[in-house]
């Protein structure tokens, strides 16, 4: 079965992961060795930017 490719870039989860303070382990045992808490709170805080990001973009200037 073919693995299909992510949806964020590795830039903006490395920041997340900044911001959620396990970055670290990212670089030490790679995406594999994160809890899977730490991924969910994650994917919330992409959607969390997505959503703000759309608010953004609707409101008039």
């Not at 073919?2 to 870039?9: D, F, L, P, Q």
């Not at 997340?16 to 969910?40: M, N, S």
């Not at 805080?45 to 997505?50: D, N, S, T, Y």
């Amino acid at each position: 079965m073919a693995r299909r490719k992510g949806m964020m870039s590795d830039q903006l989860k490395e920041e997340i992961a900044k911001e959620l303070g396990f970055y670290d382990t990212v670089k030490q045992e790679g995406w594999g060795g994160i809890k899977a808490r730490d991924a969910g709170n994650m994917v919330k805080r992409a959607i969390e930017m997505a959503e703000q990001n759309m608010q953004s973009k609707g409101k008039p200037e």
